[in-house]
């Protein structure tokens, strides 16, 4: 009996199976082990997390410290992907002409026109005035204030405050009139220009303000003036209050922002794409090179400054020459961004266009020997190289009860996905395309404005509940879940992600179906149209009719939805999908690990 | 029985007789902002804490403030073991404002700001 362990250094992590092979008899695996892979994949650094690997998978089996005849390791080749987003729309307010946003608590109700007074002006005033407060009054002051003024006969019929006390201050006036509060910047609202305030009853979004022919109305303004006023009305539909104040040169511009040009070279042409004309855009251009040689982003752009990252880091990894290494893949995703407003006087925040950018480079170039040179010495046995990865793998997920060939395999990672093709033939065929975990990561990240990785990697991976009581929680599916202890209060009443560790708060003010369709959409757009890109590369004649079945590798084989959704997309195409068991008991994972173990044993038995 | 018995259900703020008036005024008008009516339960002069529970069981909403003769405040809720918020005696009037909201949005299931910069303040 031999001690063999197969080690698959992926781009991620880093998978080992332990086995006892004898030549001419049935191999018993022992057990699996899973650590982070070190440095980039297919490079010498790749050593320490090989023979971490190997320790950890003995010690699964019981047998630490044991003497291994031969560890076995994938021929694994570098893949560099990189990540860049390029917002390309952005809202301008001038002239503080507008404040539209949703304090948590506005007070009164209904619509107030005048001109803008600030609160120490107001006396004597002839006409309905808007009045403005500023920092630091106090709500029983200035609810004095209006009261007096009104009783001295000034046509009081709006407020602006800058603290947050609308509701105390409207509760405390003789004559209701709507009050919009939180206004941080309320210093730079200009006085003495006519205004109107709207706030909406509860639940309810404000309608004049936000209507175009309702500011026309409120405003007189003429057609070419209703024209140029239409971007404050959509600036403002969906908010429960809002404030327009009409200066002479006030406006809200919606503008897009020239972000660079991405330059696509196929095998016979070249084509330049604005990265401001959106993912469509750029993948059509793609698609009109194919196949892609090569792709440049222009200097001193986000985009430009990523693919040189790219290069740059194959480079260093490989030391091939920076003129050799081309960018092979990548994928653009339209996305939209919260961004505060220029200009806005209340922190408001409008949803931008922007998009996102997955590109990938790999390389032929493996330094795999080095590699396999270090874990000899470490671990003083016999290392050896053989198996491309595509095609082991495939053999490892042939493995699975109920799959058959033609078999495709898709591997979801971190940086890319993978595909692979065993035909009738025995022939494999395998691709990478750029985009996978990482970039949906990204996405969540930047859509849902929360700035905070770990909180993005957690929506996207646990599902998500709101915490309704100290004792109960909502799920996305709609069940409620009852705690016998209750539960702390940084967690009640918000969105949180349902991890084995417990619930953790998602730092967003958004509802939980806000988030589920941006955690769900992240994910269609790039793993299902990366699934579906990379199957239909290998696929026979490009259709994917004739994959047979597809069976779904690797750590994102394990998530909770992506499965059933890449399923769901296939499914049309009568292709059988599913999740990997590799031998009907490893699951997803250890594909290619088993598989070169299975090799190995092969080899043993047939010399 | 405190007035928290008749009336419309609220947030009953039990404050020791030496309360600083402006603390129980900052507590209240956090409440008021979101909506949530208070109540004023006339306390004997126990612990904030101790305050807090009284108030929260006798709140028809469940939740209690507690304020102590120095400015300390407590909020608590009736079913839940722990205080939900402790802001000592030298908090800011922000904070003691927030914490009147974050009673209310007790009330209304909503996220507790504690912590978090008060807007306008």
């Known amino acids: 009996m031999r001690l063999v362990v197969g080690v698959d250094v992926g781009n991620s992590t880093t998978e080992a199976c332990a086995a006892e092979v004898d030549e001419g008899r049935e191999t018993e695996r022992l057990a699996a082990s899973l650590t982070p892979t070190t440095g980039v994949k297919g490079t010498p650094a790749n050593a320490a997390g090989v023979v971490t690997a190997v320790r950890r998978a003995l010690e699964a089996a019981g047998r630490p410290g044991a003497v291994v005849d031969t560890v076995l390791l994938n021929e694994a080749t570098p893949v560099i992907s990189g990540l860049a987003m390029e917002t390309i729309s952005e809202t301008i307010i001038t002239e503080s002409t507008m404040i539209g946003h949703n304090p948590e608590t506005p007070g009164g109700e209904g619509l107030g026109v005048g001109t803008t007074v600030a609160l120490d002006e107001l006396g004597g005033q002839d006409g309905p005035v808007v009045v403005v407060v500023g920092a630091g009054a106090d709500f029983d002051d200035v609810a004095h204030a209006l009261n007096r003024a009104v009783e001295r006969g000034v046509d009081v019929v709006a407020a602006v405050l800058h603290g947050d006390d609308a509701v105390l201050v409207a509760n405390r006036l003789d004559r209701r009139v709507p009050v919009v509060d939180e206004v941080a910047a309320v210093d730079r609202v200009p006085l003495g220009m006519l205004a109107a305030v709207e706030v909406a009853p509860p639940g309810r979004t404000i309608r004049t303000l936000a209507d175009s022919y309702g500011l026309a109305s409120t405003f007189s303004l003429d057609a070419e003036q209703t024209r140029q006023v239409s971007p404050v009305a959509r600036a403002l539909a969906g908010t429960r209050s809002a404030v327009v104040v009409r200066t002479p040169e006030g406006d809200v511009t919606d503008r897009r922002i020239p972000v660079g040009t991405l330059t696509v070279t196929g095998a016979t042409r070249s084509i330049d794409v604005g990265v401001d004309e959106g993912a469509d855009a750029i993948m059509a251009a793609i698609g009109r090179v194919a196949p892609l040689q090569d792709v440049a982003g222009e200097p001193g752009t986000h985009v430009g400054g990523m693919l040189a990252a790219v290069r740059d880091t194959m480079v260093d990894v490989t030391g091939q020459p920076a003129a050799e290494i081309r960018i092979r893949d990548v994928l653009a995703v339209d996305t939209m961004v919260p961004v505060t407003v220029q200009g806005g006087l209340a922190g408001e925040v409008s949803r931008e266009n922007a998009v996102a950018l997955a590109a990938m480079v790999r390389t032929s170039r493996s330094r795999m020997q080095a590699v396999a040179d270090e874990v000899a010495a470490a671990l003083g046995c016999d290392v050896r190289i053989g198996g491309v990865e595509g095609e082991v793998a495939v053999r490892g997920a042939l493995t699975t009860p109920g799959s058959a060939v033609p078999i495709a395999v898709v591997d979801m990672g971190g940086g890319s996905t993978d595909a692979a093709l065993l035909d009738r033939d025995g022939r494999t065929d395998a691709v990478h395309v750029a985009g996978a975990g990482e970039l949906v990561t990204k996405l969540i990240d930047s859509e849902l404005g929360l700035d905070d990785r770990e909180a993005a990697e957690s929506v996207k991976r646990h599902p998500l509940a709101k915490v309704e009581s100290f004792f109960h929680v909502r799920h996305e599916d709609g069940s409620v879940q009852f705690f016998a202890e209750a539960l702390p209060p940084h967690v009640f009443g918000r969105v949180v992600t349902v991890t084995p560790e417990g619930l953790v708060p998602v730092p967003v003010r958004r509802p939980v179906e806000a988030v589920r369709v941006v955690r769900r959409e992240a994910k269609r757009r790039v793993f299902v149209v990366n699934a579906l890109r990379a199957l239909a590369q290998v696929a026979p004649q490009g259709s994917l009719r004739l994959l047979g079945s597809v069976v779904l590798l690797g750590g994102s084989a394990l998530d909770f939805e992506i499965p059933a959704m890449v399923a769901d997309a296939l499914a049309p195409h009568g292709v059988v999908c599913g999740i990997g068991n590799v031998h009907g008991t490893e699951g997803p994972r250890n594909a290619v690990a088993a598989g070169l173990v299975d090799a190995h044993a092969a080899a043993l038995v047939a010399p | ?121």
């Open chain 2, 1 to 121: 029985m405190s007035d928290a018995a008749e009336g419309p259900p609220t947030v009953v703020v039990a404050a020791h007789p030496g309360a600083p008036p402006g603390v129980l005024r900052e507590v209240r008008a956090g409440a008021e902002e979101q909506g949530v009516p208070t109540a004023l339960l006339p306390d004997a002069g126990s612990s904030p804490d101790a305050a807090a529970r009284r108030g929260a069981a006798d709140s028809r909403l469940q939740v209690g403030v507690g304020i102590g003769d120095d400015g300390a405040v407590v909020v608590r809720h009736a079913l839940v073991p722990d205080a939900v918020l402790v802001l000592g005696p030298d908090a800011p009037a922000g904070e003691q404002r927030q914490a009147g909201a974050d009673a209310a949005r007790i009330v209304g299931g909503g996220a507790l700001r504690a912590g978090e910069p008060a807007a306008g303040l």
